[in-house]
């Protein structure tokens, strides 16, 4: 079977990563012929083709889309991107089109209509996009269940400047009804809102989550992977990540200072915390009982996975998550975790088994139920036990493999 992928990125960011494991296995395990169309490519592949030409095109086509979402017309019309992957896609002739993260200027959504036409679709969500009018999500408002834009949400990423948002998700709607694409919910919670979707009535909708390889992910000795860190073996050692520690708005790298706070006060010892992502987090350095440790931007599972098994307790406080790669690579590794329970966390952190799942914004709960997890050894290496259980048991890379090969099978047109 040949499968192309659409996506704004090969491996970068959690739509890009999710993807690729999940390609890969479908490529290398269940022998499909696999290739993508990307506006950013990172893995050097012959099966990875950039939408535009040269680093000159897509920095015009992105400025141009910039100029575009000012005037309230997002992902209307774009110069480049959308034709070529009209043109390769009639070149290929592929068996499915497997769309993902069509945000970021690069795909036109009115093109849906002749793409599904010319093979079998199916679209992943990544977040809330597909059914709202601007927004990747909308923090709680639910305006998009009666086909109108959210008082603030032209302000969420990807923002629009004039306040078409009521258009935009009415136009949708008629691309939706005019074309036939299977839709993907990656999570329990992305599910349930899809199917209150009016844009998404009479649609078929799947939930399969995203993959994780627990031969990769998987439980370490903490001893040399400490002792690689100058990290003593016996300390308090938490993580936290994301792709941007500061200025994300969904990620809560704000929101985990005000945990740190709490936790500072309840310490006499001192806690070191792993920060993975670009960045570095302000004020960390005047809680005198925190030693932050800054790994950077991690883009190897394999490193991911020892800075996990490094740590004693992942701390999530995040804002909105549609499914979590870091959570589900977490407990895969045997690591309690502590997050708020937005959106699709609450699918892998099951309060009071794996970790806690922490009411939004309560920032001393969750420093207690951290703290708590550091000094209670019996609690703690139950819920690690919990947590590789769990993560073999319901997000195993093969196992979600097979399930994508069978939906691709039974909707081949």
């Not at 696999?34 to 095109?57: D, E, G």
């Not at 809330?128 to 009018?133: G, I």
């Not at 009804?177 to 599910?191: N, Q």
């Not at 740590?311 to 997050?339: H, N, Q, W």
Request: glycine content about 6%; hydrophobic content about 40%; aromatic content about 12%.
């Amino acid at each position: 079977m040949k499968i192309v992928i659409i996506n704004i990125s090969d491996r970068i960011g959690g739509s890009g990563i999710a993807t690729y494991r999940v390609a890969e296995a479908l490529r290398k395990d269940l022998h499909n012929e696999v290739f993508y169309l990307v506006r950013t490519k990172s893995v050097n592949h012959a099966s990875i083709y950039t939408t535009t030409a040269n680093k000159f095109l897509s920095k015009i086509e992105r400025l141009f889309n910039i100029g575009m979402n000012l005037l309230g017309l997002q992902y209307l019309w774009l110069p480049f991107s959308p034709r070529f992957i009209y043109k390769k896609l009639k070149q290929e002739k592929p068996d499915v089109i497997w769309l993902n993260n069509l945000i970021g200027g690069y795909f036109v959504i009115g093109d849906l209509i002749k793409i599904s036409k010319i093979a079998s679709t199916v679209w992943t969500m990544h977040d809330m996009w597909p059914f709202t009018a601007n927004a990747s999500h909308t923090f709680g408002d639910e305006s998009w269940k009666n086909m109108k834009a959210g008082k603030n949400e032209k302000n969420i990423y990807p923002a629009i400047g004039l306040p078409t948002g009521n258009w935009l998700i009415k136009r949708k709607k008629k691309i939706y009804d005019c074309s036939s694409i299977t839709f993907i919910a990656p999570s329990e919670w992305m599910y349930n809102l899809s199917i209150q979707s009016p844009l998404l009535k009479k649609r078929k909708i799947e939930l399969i989550p995203h993959g994780i390889d627990t031969d990769i992910f998987k439980p370490m000795g903490k001893f040399d992977l400490r002792k690689k860190m100058y990290i003593p073996e016996h300390a308090s050692v938490i993580m936290f990540s994301a792709e941007k520690l500061k200025n994300n708005i969904f990620k809560g790298g704000a929101d985990l200072i005000k945990v740190l706070n709490y936790l500072n006060h309840l310490t006499k010892e001192k806690i070191y915390v792993l920060l993975a992502g670009k960045d570095n987090l302000e004020n960390i350095e005047y809680l005198k009982n925190i030693q932050p440790v800054n790994l950077g931007y991690i883009n190897s599972d394999e490193r991911m996975s020892e800075a996990y098994n490094t740590c004693d307790v992942f701390v999530y406080p995040t804002k909105a998550d549609s499914v979590s790669l870091v959570l589900m690579e977490a407990i895969a590794c045997g690591i309690p975790c502590v997050s708020f329970a937005m959106g699709g966390t609450v699918g892998i952190i099951k309060d009071g088994y794996n970790g806690f799942s922490i009411p939004n914004g309560d920032y001393k709960l969750a420093a207690e139920k951290t703290f708590e997890l550091l000094q209670n050894k019996n609690k703690y290496e139950e819920f690690s036990k919990n947590a590789r259980t769990y993560a073999v048991e319901k997000f195993n890379l093969a196992t979600i493999a097979k399930r994508y090969q069978r939906l691709f099978e039974n909707i081949q047109k």
